[in-house]
């Protein structure tokens, strides 16, 4: 099982403080504020841990991987974040216009974009950080537990659940990360098709293919129409169907469009909307469908 001890690897600690360059875009190109070893102790006490400087010479990673030790072992890591990124810390490090993007954008582009690098770290500890930046909760998440944990989140996928996510979705988008977007809203339609699958007792295709899996439930639900349907409920089941091919060819173009500015920001914040949109209300229907199966 990961721990947050894996915070303490030097790249993550360099992040921190503001030595390791942070790379959204080719031209985009910026670090977290920077700490000196007078900021990190200062840090530090606003935590609860004493760190003294005029005793004992440390280095300003050597004091930051201290202060994770204790953070970790006083399970104060969501406080933590919650202070790195404090809008009041980037207050010398941001300017208006920069990059045609005013103050606010920059700084939750900074923010996503730190965590996103955390997490290219992470990768190869096969674990990364969930994070929810109105409620100040973050997570590390266990990905090699994935499988483990499939079977429990089925049964918990319900109307609740789906709308909450929507609401991640669209805290996801703000943050301009277009790509966890569509990949949260792929990922339920794919939730709710196995969910409906397994309930009848049968074994969804592991292709991964969002169309087989309908496929498999469109048969196993009885949702193929029929002569006597309503030619409106026709019509309607169609354009379903058509959505849910869009929905699994979609891919994000995001690598094929840097450079083009606000227009290219403007443009994907539409679309992935719309992606979201419309898995939401797909999976709505999908879920309907299992419930009031006879």
Not at 33 to 40: D, E, F, G
Not at 110 to 135: A, G, P, V, W
Request: net charge negative; proline share 1%.
């Amino acid at each position: 099982m990961k721990d947050w001890t894996l915070l303490k690897n030097r790249k993550i600690i360099d992040l921190i403080i503001g030595d390791r360059e942070i790379v959204k875009f080719s031209v985009t190109r910026y670090n977290m504020p920077y700490m000196t070893a007078k900021n990190i102790c200062e840090f530090s006490s606003k935590l609860g841990l004493k760190l003294d400087i005029s005793q004992e010479k440390k280095s300003r990673w050597q004091y930051m991987n201290e202060l994770l030790d204790y953070i970790i072992a006083n399970n104060k890591v969501n406080l933590f974040f919650k202070n790195i990124i404090d809008l009041k810390r980037f207050e010398d490090c941001l300017e208006d216009d920069y990059m045609m993007m005013g103050i606010q954008e920059q700084y939750w582009e900074r923010i996503h974009s730190f965590f996103q690098e955390i997490n290219k770290i992470l990768l190869f500890d096969k674990c990364h950080i969930e994070y929810d930046l109105q409620t100040f909760k973050f997570t590390l998440v266990d990905d090699e537990s994935d499988i483990e944990l499939i079977a429990d989140k089925l049964e918990n996928i319900d109307v609740p659940y789906i709308r909450k996510l929507r609401e991640e979705c669209y805290n996801v988008i703000k943050l301009q990360d277009y790509d966890n977007a569509i990949t949260k809203a792929r990922t339920l339609i794919e939730e709710v098709l196995i969910k409906g699958i397994e309930k009848k007792q049968a074994t969804p295709s592991e292709s991964g293919n969002v169309n087989e899996l309908y496929k498999e439930f469109k048969t196993l639900y009885k949702m193929h129409i029929d002569k006597d349907m309503d030619t409106r409920i026709k019509k309607l089941l169609s354009g379903l169907e058509k959505i849910l091919s869009s929905i699994s060819e979609m891919r994000n173009k995001n690598s094929d469009s840097h450079g083009a500015g606000d227009k290219r920001i403007a443009n994907e914040e539409a679309y992935a909307t719309l992606f979201v949109n419309a898995s939401i209300t797909m999976s709505e229907f999908l879920l309907f469908v299992i419930d009031n199966n006879k």
